[in-house]
Nanobody, 121 residues
Framework: QVQLVESGGGSAQPGGSLRLSCTIS????????IGWFRQAPGKEREGVSC?????NTSQANSVKDRFTITKDKNVVYLQMNSLKPEDTAVYYC?????????????????WGQGTQVTVSS
């Protein structure tokens, strides 16, 4: 059974930074990519960033120069810099069989419960 737990959300000012963490257990790592998604009020869920089993990464164009995804043991991080109000959303991590897409994750087979990120002055 795969479990994913997000943490690190909160409030930040425009231009500030946050680091989200996704702690994963029960995963057969060689067969899954890990992605970060977000969903803002009134909008559909969108893929943000992805890291593959071979540690290749991809990002959505809207965050490509500001967000960085990394992996350390059983934790996947999303470092979020130069935050903008439009980054406000609930952020989810997910495991996907099998690989990342060109512009981020292709989907999710197992999901975390999400963590709120709010960017405002």
């Amino acid at each position: 059974q795969v479990q994913l737990v997000e943490s690190g959300g909160g409030s930040a000012q425009p231009g500030g930074s946050l680091r989200l963490s996704c702690t994963i257990s029960g995963l057969q790592w060689d067969y899954y990519a890990i992605g970060w998604f977000r969903q803002a009020p009134g909008k559909e869920r969108e893929g943000v960033s992805c890291i593959s089993a071979t540690q290749n990464t991809s990002q959505a164009n809207s965050v490509k120069d500001r967000f960085t995804i990394t992996k350390d043991k059983n934790v996947v991080y999303l470092q979020m810099n130069s935050l903008k109000p439009e980054d406000t959303a609930v952020y989810y991590c997910a495991a996907y069989w099998l690989s990342c897409g060109e512009d981020g994750p292709r989907g999710g087979d197992a999901w975390g419960q999400g963590t709120q990120v709010t960017v405002s002055s």
